[in-house]
């Protein structure tokens, strides 16, 4: 069985940082993309950051510059470092990851997601 764990979240004010951890455990093949979501109180899930299984990335417009992504695949550990954190990045983080696996099918890409951790950022 296969699940993401994250850690990292946490009270911060204005200006601070944070780094969030979401790492994958159990049976797999590999891991394919992996990224952060969050989603405030009375919003939607919103897209955060993506990165490949290459190291590619990609950003929401309102973290460029201040959130970068990165993962070490040989801990199946994706990371996000949070700088110049402002009270609208105030949510809960969700770590989602595509992973493959082997079934009496062949492979299988499913989509995992993390239990979610919350980032409260105080002005």
């Known amino acids: 069985q296969v699940q993401l764990v994250e850690s990292g979240g946490g009270l911060v004010q204005a200006g601070g940082s944070l780094r969030l951890s979401c790492a994958a455990s159990?049976?797999?093949?590999?891991?394919?993309?992996m990224g952060w979501y969050r989603q405030a109180p009375g919003k939607q899930r919103e897209l955060v950051t993506i990165?490949?299984?290459?190291?590619?990335?990609n950003y929401a417009d309102s973290v460029k510059g201040r959130f970068t992504i990165s993962r070490d695949n040989a801990k199946n550990t994706v990371y996000l470092q949070m700088n110049s954190l402002k009270p609208e990045d105030t949510a809960a983080y969700y770590c989602?990851?595509?992973?493959?696996?082997?079934?009496?099918?062949?492979?299988?890409?499913?989509?995992?997601w993390g239990q979610g951790t919350q980032v409260t950022v105080s002005s």
């Open positions: 990165i490949t299984s290459g190291g590619s990335t």
């Open positions: 159990g049976s797999f093949l590999r891991i394919n993309g």
């Open positions: 989602n990851a595509e992973i493959v696996g082997v079934s009496e099918r062949g492979l299988v890409r499913s989509a995992y």
